[in-house]
């Protein structure tokens, strides 16, 4: 147990002090010789724990999801459905902003990483199933029309986050408060699948 905690505390030092130096010099600039001076280990303990420097980017993803699933956790007594998600999506949102350059070079990564983007596709449909069972529940009190299926319902949500988070990372000057702009579209697509005040 001992020896688990100790690698776990490595694993995180190795990733919090890259974390570190992206910030400071840039993704690009930093070295996994750099990394690895920094944490004060050998270069092969480092590829102990990440084969190479991109995968340093997909645990900064895990965390995402990781502040998905305590939002979905502690929002459980929130009376209404949407009021739910929009803490959800709201929560995530914080957590993007404060590591904000670190997943632009995230996202742009994707498109030169095959490996990356496949599991960045894994962590999407990751998100997908967190939400199914709080859309199967908005579905139950009748806050969502029951004929439409939750799977489908999730992956609107999403992407709707996805399309936004995009266009703030693109567009910085466009998109300067990207919560507004998600809650604009989720707005609107609440119209669509939402149940009214007579539950039509």
């Not at 999407?124 to 939750?150: R, S, T, W, Y």
């Not at 119209?191 to 005040?197: A, F």
Request: net charge neutral; proline share 4%; hydrophobic share 40%.
């Amino acid at each position: 147990m001992l020896r688990k905690q100790r690698k776990n505390e490595l694993k995180e030092l190795i990733f919090s002090t890259s974390l570190q130096l992206f910030k400071e010099k840039g993704y690009e600039r930093v070295t996994v010789d750099e990394i690895t001076q920094a944490c004060g280990i050998a270069k092969g303990t480092f590829y102990n724990y990440f084969p190479r420097k991109d995968t340093i980017l997909l645990h900064l993803g895990s965390y995402q999801m990781e502040v998905v699933h305590q939002a979905i956790s502690h929002t459980s007594n929130l009376p209404g459905n949407k009021e739910r998600l929009l803490t959800i999506f709201r929560e995530l949102f914080g957590y993007l902003e404060e590591n904000r350059d670190l997943v632009k070079v995230v996202y742009f990564e994707l498109f030169h990483s095959p490996m990356l983007m496949e599991q960045e596709g894994k962590q999407v449909k990751d998100f997908q199933a967190a939400l199914i069972p709080i859309m199967k529940e908005g579905i139950a009190k009748k806050e969502l029309k029951g004929h439409m299926n939750p799977e489908s319902l999730s992956s609107l949500v999403i992407s709707i986050y996805f399309q936004t988070v995009m266009n703030w990372l693109s567009f910085p000057d466009q998109v300067q408060n990207p919560v507004s702009m998600f809650l604009d579209q989720f707005e609107m697509v609440w119209e669509g699948i939402g149940v009214n005040k007579k539950g039509e």
